[in-house]
């Protein structure tokens, strides 16, 4: 009997596009999708209207991540000045160890902050999702609370027995595979659980009450950066669409990791 059909990203990438820096990537149509829902505090829902871009398939992975430590984080180009800045008083990050943390390489990183998730998606030839971009995916565009429907009766890494889940060491999945079910509508996978994905978004909390409607970058400044999807130390709750998750951009958790968007071809 054949086992679970399972995603793995390197056989979609002929399908779907390769970006700069080997990333493979999903094609996302221009349209009108949700954004938000009718539970707080997620609410309330508005529709936004989005031009055509890519999205990546997986979260970067450790090698992918040191392969841009090793060859281009002193490129002060890739930077914000904010992040550069932070980068001159920390030129190792957290260090390769800690993002890889008793991984594989094929494992999504961690322990990396906003300013090194952006700096990495400017050098893959993107950048960081908006908030707008990243839910539209999740939900295929349909509003669904996870990205396969509603159920929560999955095989999906998150944390469903309690509020401190797996503390002793770093349970993610590989970044580039996943049971084909899970999968978003498009086909990106891991977009509930393994890490959370920070967003370019600043966090506001009536975040979709306010603000533009067509392609919303969100705030123009805030305090917190917006983080989504949960991580395999969440609940269910944390891990839908819709929920939003404000973070320092200096954060730096093993729970944290990155994803990005490209422009449209």
């Known amino acids: ?12 990438v002929f399908t779907f596009g390769c970006a700069a820096q ?13 954004q938000g829902s009718g539970r707080a505090p997620d609410e309330p829902q508005r529709d936004v209207t989005l031009t055509g871009f890519r999205f990546g398939l997986a979260e970067v992975s450790i090698a992918e991540f040191e392969a841009f430590a090793a060859s281009a984080y ?7 000045p904010e992040g550069w800045a932070w980068a001159q008083a920390h030129p190792q990050g957290a260090g390769a160890e800690l ?37 539209r995916v999740c939900s295929g565009g ?3 609370r996870y990205p396969w429907g509603e159920g929560e009766d999955k095989d999906v890494r998150w944390y469903s027995e309690g509020k401190f889940g797996h503390i002793a060491d770093v349970k993610t999945a590989s970044a580039a595979s996943q049971d084909a079910a899970l999968a978003a509508k ?16 600043w ?37 839908t669409c819709t929920h939003r ?3 320092r951009p200096d954060r730096v958790a093993f729970t944290v990791g990155i994803r990005c968007a490209f422009p449209a071809r």
């Open 1 to 12: 009997m054949l086992g679970p059909l399972i995603l793995t990203l390197s056989a979609l």
């Open 22 to 34: 080997g990333e493979a990537t999903a094609t996302i149509p221009p349209g009108t999708s949700p």
């Open 74 to 80: 002193t490129n002060a180009a890739l930077w914000s």
């Open 99 to 135: 993002r890889a943390a008793g991984r594989s390489g094929d494992h999504p990183v961690v322990a990396v902050t906003w300013y090194e998730a952006d700096a990495y998606c400017r050098w893959a030839g993107g950048s960081l999702p908006t908030e707008a971009q990243w839910e």
């Open 142 to 144: 349909e509003g669904r």
């Open 186 to 201: 498009e086909g990106p996978v891991h977009l509930a659980g393994n890490v959370w994905e920070w967003t370019a978004d």
């Open 203 to 239: 966090y506001h909390r009536e975040g979709t009450k306010t603000g533009d409607v067509t392609d919303p970058t969100g705030p123009a400044s805030g305090t917190w950066r917006v983080m989504r999807g949960g991580s395999f130390m969440n609940l269910p709750s944390y891990s």
């Open 245 to 247: 998750e404000p973070a």
